[in-house]
């Protein structure tokens, strides 16, 4: 089988997963201290592990990781610059579903649920006639706008956002629709609360996997296989709660900006049927960059068979290429594509 990456996965900010901090401080994070924080361990470890020096660095991440992991590329890049050591052979970035605009996010799902069709033309006319398109911050005094967006809600409250085809989790205490819908809760999944059951009910939902992943990660056996050291967790939970942490970047399309100048390449993808972040919404910030179109919207294969469709952006510096970056949608693909979808796979591979 051919080998194409030696990957790092890293349970961050400190608290998550298997990961701690010997400091109280330590949990007291945001979303630029968790970057610094990747940083920080990137350079210890490289220091540790010299012969993964030369290696070519691509950061990846997927969901909320869209705010994180062009900050850490960021720091990446910058600390190359001013002599920073050990030097890092950063080449590029890799992003799934990628939470990045609160604004530009939250705004795509109406028109995502339109061409899904989850909501008729009438109302999404009417949408967007009253409400101006904004369904993340609407104007709470236009009564014809609430009445659209509380219609819409109705419609959409209802369904796995992660993936639209698939059945939603039934809960204990499943949430209102009439919850803001906000990219960066949509996508934590409330495990704690599912039903508990002897037995998986029907029909199967994938939240269920989680309920699972919680006895294998707290089985002693498969931590001692993990070599997590003793004592430093007492039970791993999928989404810590309790940590301080702040999120203080509403955007980070303005990071994304500032490595077009740099001669990296980045993978943005998306699965088609993901509402809580749509591909269209990604699509609008990338357009935003204003890059030159290398390739306009055309499909990729595997196997022979449409697996998706994709666009390449690039940079351009007198005449030279300095920055490209490719925009893809995995057809049939949730908000884990990459799980979900095996045929996002080969995403990668280009």
């Not at 610059?81 to 799934?96: A, H, I």
């Not at 469709?309 to 057809?331: G, Q």
Request: hydrophobic share 35%.
């Amino acid at each position: 089988m051919m080998q194409i990456a030696n990957i790092i996965f890293l349970d961050a900010p400190a608290g998550t997963g298997f990961s701690y901090s010997t400091t109280l401080e330590g949990y007291d994070v945001s979303d630029t201290i968790s970057a610094a924080q990747t940083y920080d361990f990137l350079r210890k470890w490289l220091v540790d592990h010299p012969e993964f020096l030369t290696n070519p660095l691509y950061v990846a991440g997927d969901s909320y990781s869209g705010i994180i992991a062009p900050i850490i590329v960021q720091e990446i890049s910058d600390g190359n610059e001013v002599g920073d050591q050990p030097t890092m052979n950063l080449k590029g970035y890799v992003l799934g579903n990628p939470v990045t605009d609160d604004e530009i996010d939250t705004n795509s799902i109406v028109p995502f649920a339109h061409l899904k069709a989850l909501i008729s033309d009438e109302l999404y006319e009417s949408f967007m006639k009253n409400c101006k398109g904004e369904y993340l911050n609407p104007d709470q005094s236009n009564a014809s706008c609430m009445e659209h967006i509380l219609a819409i809600k109705e419609c959409i409250g209802k369904l796995f956002t992660g993936q639209i085809l698939e059945p939603l989790c039934k809960t204990i205490s499943p949430k209102p629709i009439t919850l803001k819908l906000n990219p960066r809760f949509l996508i934590a999944d409330d495990t704690d609360i599912l039903l508990s059951s002897p037995h998986v009910p029907r029909p199967w939902c994938r939240h269920f996997n989680y309920v699972y992943i919680y006895k294998w990660a707290n089985d002693e056996t498969v931590q001692d296989a993990l070599h997590i050291r003793k004592g430093t967790k007492k039970h791993w939970e999928r989404c810590n709660k309790t940590l301080a942490y702040s999120y203080n970047v509403k955007s980070s399309v303005d990071y994304h900006r500032n490595l077009t100048k740099k001669p990296y390449r980045a993978l943005i993808y998306s699965g088609d049927h993901d509402m809580s972040i749509p591909y269209i919404g990604t699509h609008e910030w990338i357009e935003s960059l204003n890059l030159t179109i290398k390739y306009d919207w055309e499909p990729w294969f595997v196997d022979g068979q449409v697996a998706g469709y994709t666009m390449l952006y690039a940079y351009n510096e007198l005449d030279y290429i300095t920055y490209d970056l490719r925009f893809a949608t995995v057809k049939g693909g949730g908000s884990h594509s990459a799980g979900i979808q095996a045929r996002a796979v080969p995403c990668h591979d280009r």
